[in-house]
């Protein structure tokens, strides 16, 4: 195996995972302030999306590889659009940040499928990136039960 080319692609993960942690800070006041009694497991998904980064990087340098500590462009893009639609007086914001969380989560859960696919990882690595999917499984679950009990509220 290529620890270039591993580093390379624990780097695309590091990107989605920092996009992740922006996304829950960019959560943070909009939906939790009338579901309080969701902020405990809120909280421990950041930790848990922080400790995922520290992993990454250290599987990045491990392998000789520079990590490459910053959001992708795509997702600040994001994140800027979800901002302005929240910005304006229609709709429940709720609901639509809830909607958004879900789909960010879906997006990380293929990433992370893919590069297990591919198979272009060595073991630890592939050992950590599974945890790391089955952490993100966890979540999207999570927050797909949210969303669900809102709409039907």
Same mark, same amino acid.
């Given at each position: 195996?290529?620890?270039?080319?591993?580093?390379?692609?624990?780097?695309?993960?590091?990107?989605?995972?920092?996009?992740?942690?922006?996304?829950?800070?960019?959560?943070?006041?909009?939906?939790?302030?009338?579901?309080?009694?969701?902020?405990?497991?809120? &909280?421990?998904?950041?930790? &848990?999306?922080?400790?995922?980064?520290?992993?990454?990087?250290?599987?990045?340098?491990?392998?000789?590889?520079?990590? &490459?500590?910053?959001?992708?462009?795509?997702?600040?893009?994001?994140?800027?659009?979800?901002?302005?639609?929240?910005?304006?007086?229609?709709?429940?914001?709720?609901?639509?940040?809830l909607e958004n969380v879900v789909y960010g989560e879906q997006n990380a859960i293929n990433?992370?499928?893919?590069?297990?696919?591919?198979?272009e990882l060595d073991p630890e690595s592939t050992k950590v990136v599974s945890e790391h999917?089955?952490?993100?499984?966890?979540?999207?679950?999570?927050?797909?039960?949210?969303?669900?009990?809102?709409?039907?509220?």
């Amino acid at each position: 195996m290529n620890n270039e080319r591993i580093a390379v692609v624990l780097n695309d993960l590091l990107h989605i995972t920092n996009d992740r942690i922006a996304g829950f800070e960019n959560v943070e006041g909009k939906v939790w302030e009338s579901y309080s009694h969701l902020k405990g497991e809120y &909280d421990h998904m950041i930790s &848990d999306s922080k400790i995922m980064k520290n992993e990454l990087i250290n599987l990045i340098q491990d392998r000789g590889g520079k990590a &490459d500590d910053s959001a992708s462009t795509a997702g600040a893009i994001h994140r800027a659009w979800i901002d302005l639609k929240n910005s304006f007086p229609i709709g429940n914001k709720e609901n639509s940040t809830l909607e958004n969380v879900v789909y960010g989560e879906q997006n990380a859960i293929n990433a992370y499928q893919e590069v297990l696919t591919n198979g272009e990882l060595d073991p630890e690595s592939t050992k950590v990136v599974s945890e790391h999917l089955r952490q993100l499984r966890e979540s999207y679950t999570k927050f797909k039960k949210i969303e669900e009990y809102k709409k039907n509220s």
